[in-house]
């Protein structure tokens, strides 16, 4: 025991992380495979146990199997508690076990929930995650009892209970899971105004970001007083959901709700009022940019992230129009958040390229925009499809998989787990390179 306490001291925060998920997605998958877990007449096969693990416990929603129909009660329990240790994460996991055995808060347990976070310090950490898991709590809680209310004119009391919860949680952690039966997610509940805005409500605050949650209770909105990185997550959060609604209404034959659903979904929460696969190819276009895009940082959604995006954007302008000047909001941005959101994006777009490639290699049979929805969404952890995951080989759901885990922990972190050396104080001789 103390050989391995010792071996894991050794080990840089993101090996921990990425284990530690490694092993909740493993355990995830023998209890899914129990007989008490799924219907007699229901077997579970280990890859589509694992597939489903991953996807919940990477917050996608993406599942080759109708959960619906496939699971029991307990069933759902295993994977509403996935999807919560997912969202949390499994350092704030950690943490909360802590503090209710009463234990004192260890440096290395820091170091985890900062990298897992993105927190940009240690000061007042602690505190924070209290409050983060009391907020979490809270709003779930209230996101099950208006779901139950809405359940309830449909099926019995119990079975309203806990459909309630479910979909609090999966909403709330951006998962998109339902267990409504079959495939059809929340197509029934297309033109129930109360389901549409309660689970917009909640998706929208799991990926706004803890911190920016924070800063704006903390400041009572007031805007001057914000920080930058709430400034440009609300204003890049507004902004996609505006542009995202007009675009999608104009694009596809939906209606105003269905557009600002599915706008919002498209933040990294697989649930659907209106099939994927009825979009049109432009519509088809804007839903996978909003994917990539994703959530804002420290919060339970995937994608890059709209600071990336914004960060990247931003600099593009800069770079012509305002003389390189990298100020906006009264302050100055610096050069390293560039070359971050660079670094990010970079990777990102690469681990989309080449899963969609693969998947193509994989079923010559499919479409490209059907790979790269599917892609995406399980990158960008968001779980949409256009109806292809339950037809897909073993091999296309080891690379979904495999994205899954990579968007959920992050592309960079993944990156550096293989990096062994320390930085060398040498450097070479600059010179210059012709660029566009």
């Known amino acids: 025991?103390?050989?391995?306490?010792?071996?894991?001291?050794?080990?840089?925060?993101?090996?921990?992380?990425?284990?530690?998920?490694?092993?909740?997605?493993?355990?995830?998958?023998?209890?899914?495979?129990?007989?008490?877990?799924?219907?007699?007449?229901?077997?579970?096969?280990?890859?589509?146990?694992?597939?489903?693990?991953?996807?919940?416990?990477?917050?996608?929603?993406?599942?080759?199997?109708?959960?619906?129909?496939?699971?029991?009660?307990?069933?759902?329990?295993?994977?509403?508690?996935?999807?919560?240790?997912?969202?949390?994460?499994?350092?704030?996991?950690?943490?909360?076990?802590?503090?209710?055995?009463?234990?004192?808060?260890?440096?290395?347990?820091?170091?985890?929930v900062v990298e897992a976070m993105n927190f940009s310090g240690y000061s007042g950490l602690i505190k924070t995650i209290k409050y983060f898991l009391i907020l979490t709590f809270t709003v779930e809680l209230v996101g099950a009892i208006l779901s139950f209310m809405v359940f309830l004119p449909d099926y019995g009391v119990l079975t309203s209970i806990g459909y309630g919860v479910f979909h609090s949680i999966s909403a709330f952690n951006n998962a998109g899971f339902d267990i409504l039966g079959g495939f059809d997610s929340l197509l029934n509940y297309a033109d129930n105004?109360?389901?549409?805005?309660?689970?917009?409500?909640?998706?929208?605050?799991?990926?706004?970001?803890?911190?920016?949650?924070?800063?704006?209770?903390?400041?009572?909105?007031?805007?001057?007083?914000?920080?930058?990185?709430?400034?440009?997550?609300?204003?890049?959060?507004?902004?996609?959901?505006?542009?995202?609604?007009?675009?999608?209404?104009?694009?596809?034959?939906?209606?105003?709700?269905?557009?600002?659903?599915?706008?919002?979904?498209?933040?990294?929460a697989g649930f659907n009022t209106f099939p994927i696969g009825d979009f049109s190819q432009a519509g088809i276009l804007i839903f996978c940019i909003l994917m990539f895009i994703g959530a804002s940082p420290g919060s339970t959604g995937g994608g890059i992230k709209t600071t990336t995006f914004f960060m990247v954007a931003f600099k593009a302008i800069s770079s012509t129009v305002q003389n390189n000047r990298d100020e906006i909001f009264h302050r100055r941005i610096p050069k390293i958040v560039f070359q971050r959101a660079l670094t990010v994006m970079f990777f990102g777009l690469a681990?989309?390229?080449?899963?969609?490639?693969?998947?193509?290699?994989?079923?010559?049979?499919?479409?490209?925009?059907?790979?790269?929805?599917?892609?995406?969404?399980?990158?960008?952890?968001?779980?949409?499809?256009?109806?292809?995951?339950?037809?897909?080989?073993?091999?296309?759901?080891?690379?979904?998989?495999?994205?899954?885990?990579?968007?959920?922990?992050?592309?960079?972190?993944?990156?550096?787990l293989w990096v062994l050396k320390r930085k060398s104080e040498a450097s070479f001789t600059e010179e210059n390179v012709m660029i566009g």
């Open 193 to 268: 105004v109360p389901m549409n805005l309660i689970t917009t409500f909640l998706v929208i605050i799991g990926g706004f970001g803890f911190l920016a949650i924070f800063d704006l209770l903390h400041n009572r909105f007031q805007w001057k007083n914000l920080k930058l990185n709430t400034k440009v997550v609300a204003s890049m959060t507004l902004f996609l959901l505006i542009a995202g609604t007009i675009l999608l209404k104009w694009t596809t034959n939906q209606t105003w709700l269905e557009a600002w659903f599915q706008s919002v979904i498209a933040r990294t």
């Open 1 to 112: 025991m103390k050989k391995i306490s010792f071996w894991l001291n050794r080990q840089s925060p993101a090996r921990i992380l990425s284990m530690g998920f490694l092993a909740v997605i493993f355990c995830g998958a023998c209890l899914l495979m129990t007989p008490l877990a799924h219907k007699p007449a229901m077997p579970v096969r280990f890859i589509d146990a694992l597939f489903v693990s991953t996807s919940a416990v990477c917050v996608t929603g993406l599942t080759t199997i109708p959960i619906g129909d496939t699971f029991t009660p307990f069933g759902y329990t295993v994977i509403a508690i996935l999807i919560q240790i997912g969202g949390l994460g499994v350092a704030t996991i950690g943490v909360l076990f802590t503090l209710i055995m009463g234990r004192k808060i260890g440096l290395k347990t820091r170091q985890l």
């Open 351 to 416: 681990v989309v390229f080449i899963s969609t490639f693969l998947l193509l290699v994989f079923e010559p049979d499919i479409k490209l925009y059907e790979a790269l929805v599917e892609v995406t969404s399980a990158f960008a952890t968001v779980g949409s499809t256009v109806g292809i995951t339950p037809h897909l080989s073993i091999a296309s759901k080891i690379t979904l998989i495999i994205c899954m885990f990579i968007g959920r922990l992050g592309p960079v972190t993944i990156a550096t």
